[in-house]
């Protein structure tokens, strides 16, 4: 084929975003062909906006059993992810599925099962990969230049979010609806990001206050003590509460330390080895003045354009793609053990128990308030598939 012709399911936000980004040029490889939206509203504004030959279903199932495109992109609830998928890949598409992969761990090995099964490719829309700042602070850390790591602390309070943002649907910020809060909604970039570039840490200590800031039930602010193998740690913060908030990574090494801030790079670089020559040294009281170097980068951050050229590339070229679809597991196994953590009081270990935690989130879910507008529709068992779409 010359194209890959691409159908999208969901047409909210992303869903509608990704249509236009499909039809701006900038997917030369990629052909929007068809959509799907549960809402007649969003069907209408398919009809009306996009061009005549994308053909518009009324769900997620007519449109892959269908059979007029060869891959999806996934823009649907969180819930939902996993049933598509796998509805997806058995019907022979490819997959190119919106993050989280799933709302808990235990949703994921059908998906993969199916993935391993059909031979078609799964991939996931971890954008943040594309850009240069976070590419460039990963080869800093695959070169081993600055030695064992010490502690990351990641502030990461830049998504706040207004009362409005909360009511626009009636899935949003629900256990029954969304699963989560600002961990399953805006972190999972970041928390894929954490454990691309340090891997996952070993146990979790995490206080995640529900309804800090918001008329919401699920948590808005997060605070996490990491601990990895080797004895490094970390503190993640999270929350939708902050104005102004900030994004800042700060990591300490044996040969200095890395500040990611405001798209930039910086680099305090030490002479030697802090563990080797200055800690058991003649100076008590050790000082060096040292000069910050920003790194340079290639400058491109394609974002989702990037992973969506990407993703068809791998299948019309077999190129490497941006995220595979078996590492979302990782960021989730992160997201659902600060849940975890906090629901039990008490730090927990990596992997996490799966059972327990899909039993306790589901039950959150049964007792969840029902809100007025688009429909909600209810998780009440632990299974991966459905024909809820």
């Known amino acids: 084929m010359s194209k890959l012709r691409m159908g999208v399911i969901g047409l909210g936000n992303m869903g509608s975003e990704h249509c236009r980004l499909l039809l701006s040029g900038k997917a030369g490889e990629v052909e929007l062909c068809c959509v799907a939206d549960l809402r007649e509203e969003r069907r209408a504004w398919a009809r009306t906006t996009l061009p005549e030959s994308v053909t518009v279903y009324d769900d997620g199932a007519a449109l892959i059993s269908a059979k007029v495109c060869d891959a999806v992109i996934i823009a649907v609830p969180h819930y939902h992810h996993p049933e598509l998928t796998i509805a997806a890949l058995e019907s022979g598409l490819h997959v190119l599925c919106e993050k989280p992969i799933a709302v808990y761990t235990r949703q994921v090995k059908p998906v993969m099962d199916a993935a391993q099964r059909s031979g078609k490719t799964f991939a996931l829309m971890f954008n943040q990969r594309t850009n240069c700042v976070y590419r460039r602070l990963k080869e800093l850390l695959d070169s081993g230049e600055m030695g064992e790591m010490k502690r990351m602390s990641w502030t990461i309070t830049d998504w706040y979010r207004s009362q409005r943002y909360y009511d626009s649907g009636s899935w949003r910020a629900t256990w029954a609806g969304e699963g989560g809060g600002v961990l399953l909604n805006q972190c999972p970039h970041q928390l894929d990001l954490l454990q691309w570039l340090f891997g996952l840490p070993t146990s979790v200590r995490a206080f995640c206050h529900e309804g800090k800031w918001h008329d919401i039930e699920v948590e808005d602010d997060v605070t996490a003590y990491l601990t990895f193998e080797g004895g490094a740690t970390g503190v993640f913060i ?77 299948v019309l070229h077999g190129t490497p793609l941006v995220a595979e679809g078996r590492e979302g597991i990782n960021a989730l196994m992160l997201s659902n053990a600060m849940h975890l953590s906090s629901w039990l009081g008490q730090t927990v270990s990596l992997p996490i128990d799966e059972d327990l935690f899909a039993g306790l989130l589901l039950e959150k879910a049964k007792h969840s308030r029902v809100k007025s507008g688009a429909e909600v529709t209810f998780i009440t068992d632990h299974s991966a598939t459905g024909r809820a779409l």
């Open 238 to 314: 999270a929350s939708t509460g902050d104005l102004p908030g900030s994004n800042r990574l700060e990591i300490s090494f044996d040969y200095g330390k890395v500040v990611c801030e405001k798209n930039e790079l910086r680099v305090w670089k030490l002479p030697a080895s802090e563990k080797a020559v200055f800690r058991g040294g003649q100076d008590a009281y050790p000082h060096l003045e040292i000069e910050p170097v920003v790194l340079e980068t290639d400058g491109q951050n394609l974002q989702h354009i990037g992973v969506i050229n990407a993703f068809a590339a791998h």
